[in-house]
């Protein structure tokens, strides 16, 4: 399919440079969209709504997404308005060209139509180059629809049918890095971000595992990392866990890719196997870089560890080497070991011994059939980067014009730091927005050697208490900026009003997304975009359930309810006004404001 048909109408509107279709609310905003003669519409969708896909092709992992955007789209219990006159939409249905591997370029394009089908039954359809497009226009077309509120009959309904759309992403790489090494993240911390991160059509983690602090990541061939890195006895990741993490994404158009920063930020290496380390009083503790061939060489590690991870990582052709902050290479100029390997190999100079181990570890990344990536402090200090090797700039948007003009790919993180109080561009007095900040940073080098961008959220002060509420809903501004590239338009009318609505989206799925500003600046109770804060509740007591009681599957919260499993007491609206009351029945569990009784 290439681009998508922008020829559907001849009265196409390109939001990036009109925006004149704030009333769509999707975020992030499509690129082009059309209304049909007579305008806007009004459509609801049918009791007997369905997904389906037309033709022989229906790849994975499009039928467990039907299934779970059905639950997105019925929160509160399915469609049972049938009012005459109504136009109703009885089906989404999807043409899908071919069925395509999740790697990084792989087309995310689709049209969306969605009918008027006034005072008749009609279908809305989508068409996509494969399953990962038509991710993106079901998470587009579940954004459109509105509950109603309580009441009898129960009805989701959108104001802006008899539209067409069609779109693609800016970017192939868009990203968050989370960090898993200042505090350990519990899987359900992790899937929860995945699931916003897919609400924001965000497609790559970049996990950063270990750091100087902890080392959270079972080796079965180096037992010792966690145990002598990890925070206590049950905070690491199995092998079991990296796939549930690795799948979880995956259902969601997500590749994960992992971080081992090097040689610096890598003393927990130490801890479990000391001679992987080099110390000294002079300087930060690098990595061991002698190259002797044996089981215990820095290169032989690294190999098996790949060797052990990269099956796991399937989604990910990439591996994160960091390579940033080194300070001082004087632990490797001291140590008489080091100069005695220098000097077998004629090495000059510890800052050659630093290009001998960044070629190096790059080589062996090549032997997994994985590109390396590196914060830019690699490539500004002049060491050998691999021409098929990917350069992580954080630092200043000058270094990615410089990486650019040497012909490496680029991701550019500058700007884009969620754990700064000021972020790049103007200061705001109230810390939540500077989403306004990730919705404008940005690099204008129009060169396709950039291959995206990436919001950084390190954890020296989140864990999975607050981490939701630190990333959401600031990251969805920098998650517009990558999907299109809207720096014309005013964010202070067009792009709030899709930001409030978008943030009570996620906040009504369950995700800890942050208020921007009093319920009352928007119409508090009837404000027609506001959802409703007892779903939330909801939805994190049963993310808190399935952790304490496992017999609790993870099963959509609405099919509980209608399975007569839940009650739910509470006003529709995004902000609490009461206290929210739900009780599982099945279970004899009592939650009260979110506090957990049995």
């Given at each position: 399919?290439?681009?998508?048909?922008?020829?559907?109408?001849?009265?196409?509107?390109?939001?990036?440079?009109?925006?004149?279709l704030p009333?769509?609310?999707?975020?992030?905003?499509p690129?082009?969209?059309?209304?049909?003669?007579?305008?806007?519409?009004?459509?609801?969708?049918?009791?007997?709504?369905s997904?389906?896909?037309?033709?022989?092709?229906?790849?994975a992992?499009?039928?467990?997404?039907f299934?779970?955007?059905?639950?997105?789209?019925?929160f509160?219990?399915?469609?049972?308005?049938?009012?005459?006159?109504?136009?109703?939409?009885?089906?989404?249905?999807?043409?899908?060209?071919?069925?395509?591997?999740?790697?990084?370029?792989?087309?995310?394009?689709?049209?969306?139509?969605?009918?008027?089908g006034?005072?008749?039954?009609?279908?809305?359809t989508?068409?996509?180059?494969n399953?990962?497009g038509?991710?993106r226009?079901?998470?587009?077309?579940?954004?459109?629809?509105?509950?109603?509120?309580?009441?009898?009959?129960?009805?989701?309904?959108?104001?802006?049918?008899?539209?067409?759309?069609?779109?693609?992403?800016?970017y192939?790489?868009r990203g968050?890095?989370?960090d898993?090494?200042?505090?350990?993240?519990?899987?359900?911390?992790?899937?929860?971000?995945?699931?916003a991160?897919?609400?924001?059509?965000?497609?790559?983690?970049?996990?950063?595992?270990?750091?100087?602090?902890?080392?959270?990541?079972?080796?079965?061939?180096?037992?010792?990392?966690?145990?002598?890195?990890?925070?206590?006895?049950?905070?690491?990741?199995?092998?079991?866990?990296?796939?549930?993490?690795?799948?979880?994404?995956?259902?969601?158009?997500?590749?994960v890719i992992?971080?081992?920063?090097?040689?610096?930020?890598?003393?927990?290496?130490?801890k479990?196997?000391?001679?992987?380390?080099?110390?000294?009083?002079?300087?930060?503790?690098?990595?061991?870089?002698i190259?002797d061939?044996?089981?215990w060489?820095?290169?032989?590690?690294?190999?098996?560890?790949?060797?052990?991870?990269?099956?796991?990582?399937?989604t990910?052709?990439?591996?994160?080497?960091?390579?940033?902050?080194?300070?001082s290479?004087?632990?490797?100029?001291?140590?008489?070991?080091?100069?005695?390997?220098?000097?077998?190999?004629?090495?000059?100079?510890v800052?050659?011994?630093?290009?001998?181990?960044?070629?190096?570890?790059?080589?062996?990344?090549?032997?997994h059939?994985?590109?390396?990536m590196?914060?830019?402090?690699?490539?500004?200090?002049?060491?050998?980067v691999?021409?098929?090797?990917?350069?992580?700039?954080?630092?200043?948007?000058?270094?990615?014009d410089?990486?650019?003009?040497?012909?490496?790919?680029?991701?550019?993180?500058?700007?884009?730091?969620?754990?700064?109080?000021?972020?790049?561009?103007?200061?705001?007095?109230?810390?939540?927005?500077?989403?306004m900040?990730f919705?404008?940073?940005?690099?204008?080098?129009p060169?396709?050697?950039?291959?995206?961008?990436?919001?950084?959220?390190?954890?020296?002060?989140?864990?999975?208490?607050?981490?939701?509420?630190?990333?959401?809903?600031?990251?969805?501004?920098?998650?517009?900026?990558?999907w299109g590239?809207?720096?014309?338009?005013?964010?202070?009318?067009?792009?709030?009003?899709?930001?409030?609505?978008?943030?009570?989206?996620?906040?009504q799925?369950?995700?800890?997304?942050?208020?921007?500003?009093?319920?009352?600046?928007?119409g508090?109770?009837?404000?027609?975009?506001?959802?409703?804060?007892?779903?939330?509740a909801?939805?994190?007591?049963?993310?808190?359930?399935?952790?304490?009681?496992?017999?609790?599957?993870?099963?959509?919260?609405?099919?509980?309810?209608?399975?007569?499993?839940?009650?739910?007491?509470?006003?529709p609206?995004?902000?609490?006004?009461?206290?929210?009351?739900?009780?599982?029945l099945?279970?004899?569990?009592?939650?009260?404001?979110?506090?957990?009784?049995?």
């Amino acid at each position: 399919m290439g681009e998508p048909d922008m020829t559907l109408s001849s009265h196409w509107k390109s939001t990036e440079n009109d925006p004149s279709l704030p009333s769509l609310g999707i975020w992030p905003l499509p690129k082009q969209g059309a209304f049909g003669s007579g305008g806007a519409a009004t459509a609801c969708l049918s009791p007997y709504f369905s997904f389906s896909c037309l033709g022989s092709v229906c790849p994975a992992p499009l039928p467990a997404a039907f299934d779970r955007y059905g639950g997105l789209l019925f929160f509160a219990g399915g469609p049972t308005d049938s009012t005459p006159g109504v136009g109703f939409i009885t089906a989404l249905n999807f043409s899908i060209a071919a069925d395509a591997g999740l790697t990084l370029g792989v087309s995310e394009n689709y049209t969306l139509s969605i009918p008027s089908g006034v005072g008749s039954d009609t279908v809305a359809t989508v068409t996509a180059d494969n399953q990962w497009g038509a991710l993106r226009a079901l998470e587009s077309f579940s954004q459109l629809f509105l509950w109603s509120g309580r009441g009898v009959p129960v009805s989701y309904c959108t104001t802006t049918a008899n539209i067409d759309i069609a779109d693609s992403p800016r970017y192939p790489w868009r990203g968050l890095l989370i960090d898993s090494s200042r505090h350990f993240l519990p899987l359900p911390a992790i899937e929860v971000t995945l699931d916003a991160m897919s609400y924001n059509k965000l497609n790559t983690l970049h996990w950063h595992l270990v750091d100087d602090q902890s080392w959270p990541l079972y080796s079965e061939n180096y037992p010792n990392f966690t145990k002598g890195g990890a925070y206590c006895a049950d905070c690491f990741y199995t092998h079991q866990d990296l796939q549930r993490v690795v799948d979880y994404a995956f259902e969601r158009g997500i590749r994960v890719i992992p971080e081992f920063d090097m040689p610096a930020h890598a003393a927990i290496w130490g801890k479990g196997y000391p001679q992987l380390e080099i110390t000294c009083d002079g300087g930060p503790s690098l990595l061991n870089p002698i190259d002797d061939g044996g089981a215990w060489s820095t290169y032989t590690v690294i190999d098996k560890l790949l060797t052990e991870y990269a099956p796991i990582f399937h989604t990910a052709d990439t591996v994160h080497f960091g390579g940033d902050e080194v300070s001082s290479l004087e632990c490797w100029n001291v140590s008489t070991a080091v100069r005695a390997f220098m000097a077998q190999k004629g090495i000059p100079t510890v800052d050659a011994l630093r290009n001998y181990f960044e070629d190096k570890i790059q080589t062996i990344a090549s032997a997994h059939g994985m590109r390396s990536m590196f914060w830019e402090e690699v490539f500004d200090k002049g060491y050998d980067v691999h021409p098929t090797s990917i350069v992580d700039v954080w630092l200043s948007f000058t270094e990615v014009d410089a990486v650019v003009a040497k012909g490496n790919n680029v991701v550019v993180s500058y700007g884009l730091y969620l754990d700064q109080q000021n972020p790049v561009g103007e200061q705001h007095y109230f810390w939540a927005d500077t989403w306004m900040n990730f919705w404008e940073n940005g690099s204008q080098n129009p060169s396709p050697l950039i291959l995206g961008e990436s919001l950084s959220q390190w954890g020296e002060q989140v864990d999975a208490a607050n981490i939701e509420s630190r990333i959401w809903p600031r990251a969805s501004g920098g998650a517009e900026r990558m999907w299109g590239n809207y720096t014309g338009a005013d964010y202070t009318n067009a792009v709030w009003g899709r930001m409030e609505r978008f943030r009570c989206t996620m906040h009504q799925r369950g995700v800890g997304a942050g208020p921007l500003r009093p319920a009352s600046d928007y119409g508090g109770f009837r404000h027609p975009y506001i959802f409703s804060t007892h779903y939330y509740a909801l939805t994190r007591t049963h993310q808190l359930l399935t952790i304490f009681f496992p017999t609790i599957t993870r099963t959509p919260y609405s099919k509980l309810h209608a399975a007569g499993l839940l009650q739910i007491h509470g006003a529709p609206q995004c902000e609490p006004k009461s206290v929210v009351r739900t009780i599982l029945l099945g279970g004899g569990i009592h939650t009260t404001s979110m506090g957990i009784s049995k």
